[in-house]
């Protein structure tokens, strides 16, 4: 007789977010069984959250202040009985056969502590920049190496022993959503913990981007807060958006951006631009012809200088990293507290 299969606990933090949730909820109790259950954690929500939640078979744990997407998927570890957690926010759609993915690849990989997924290929919301924004992220995602040197909380399992023995997300350095599940996932390979990156694991995102949420949001969630911990840390993975090509790209777009002002008072600055852009341009073929395949011309085009721009403000968010490091040593996680939507999740 076969042992019995794994208990899988879906978590679920959820801060006004009536948009998403029924989506969310209904492809996970769809995959749903004896040996799975759905927890959602409701962050104080000031909206109907709470409703939406109920009209599903899944626990909820109501908190009775704001406390965070790291302490509200905290207190959804704590309350689970699961054998694996498996994270997800309330904006993404698990597709179909992600929960039996999960189970399986923990039951036969004992060696495997933790693992992630990525975006889909076909984000919901078909405004320009969301759609760079989540095929970029997904195909980032795709060419990751299998073993991961990061953690993902919107789509990641972990073993329960695992996490706790880690000391779970930090919910006092990051309230807002951040890189609470890079810096979990940094302690994690710290104790030698093997993370999995599964490109078949997957989840359709349903977050709408706008060009100023993503500057916003890059900048002071994700660059800001990620060279703080690089900096405390002294340690930089080469793995996902931070390999060494990517690193050869951001410098690339920076020189482009030097061409372009100096073409203003010297006309034979274009050719070192045009030299600029057609490196950056092979650096990133790949991700460009992905964009082409999903959106023709205009998406490529649109998504290339989306791209430059990313790597223009995240080396700015570096600057500002390294002086408030420098201005305050202890200050990992403290970043400038700008609200760009009151969902949890990236």
Not at 43 to 51: A, G, K, L
Not at 105 to 122: K, L, R, V
Not at 189 to 206: N, S
Not at 239 to 251: C, H, I
Request: hydrophobic share 45%; charged share 20%; aromatic share 8%.
């Amino acid at each position: 007789m076969g042992s019995d299969p794994l208990r899988i606990s879906a978590i679920v933090a959820a801060r006004n977010a009536t948009a998403t949730l029924p989506r969310c909820l209904d492809a996970l109790t769809r995959q749903g069984s004896d040996d799975v259950e759905v927890i959602v954690v409701d962050d104080f929500s000031t909206d109907d959250s709470r409703s939406v939640v109920a009209r599903y078979p899944v626990r909820l744990i109501a908190l009775a202040d704001h406390a965070g997407v790291a302490a509200a998927r905290n207190r959804g570890a704590e309350a689970a009985r699961g054998e694996v957690l498996f994270f997800l926010d309330a904006d993404v759609v698990l597709a179909p056969g992600g929960i039996d993915r999960v189970r399986d690849t923990m039951a036969t990989h004992p060696e495997i502590g933790a693992m992630i997924g990525s975006y889909d290929a076909a984000p919901d919301d078909q405004s320009l920049v969301s759609r760079f924004k989540n095929l970029a992220h997904h195909h980032f995602h795709q060419r990751g190496r299998t073993e991961a040197s990061t953690f993902w909380g919107a789509c990641g399992a972990i073993r329960r022993e695992v996490f706790f023995a880690a000391g779970g997300f930090d919910e006092k350095r990051f309230k807002l959503p951040s890189i609470e599940d890079v810096e979990l996932g940094s302690r994690l390979v710290d104790r030698g913990v093997r993370i999995m990156l599964d490109p078949e694991l997957q989840v359709k995102h349903l977050k709408k981007w706008t060009l100023a949420s993503l500057v916003i949001t890059d900048v002071t969630r994700r660059a800001i807060p990620w060279t703080l911990l690089w900096m405390e840390r002294r340690q930089l993975h080469s793995d996902l958006n931070f390999s060494w090509d990517q690193r050869l790209a951001a410098l690339v777009s920076a020189a482009m951006l030097l061409a372009l002002m100096l073409s203003v008072i010297n006309p034979s600055a274009l050719l070192l631009l045009a030299g600029m852009m057609l490196a950056a341009a092979l650096l990133n073929r790949d991700l460009f012809r992905l964009l082409y395949e999903q959106g023709g011309p205009r998406l490529a085009v649109a998504g290339f200088f989306l791209q430059q721009l990313y790597y223009l403000y995240s080396l700015v968010g570096l600057t500002v990293g390294i002086a408030i490091y420098f201005v305050q040593p202890s200050s990992t996680g403290t970043v400038p507290s700008h609200k760009t939507g009151e969902d949890i999740g990236g």
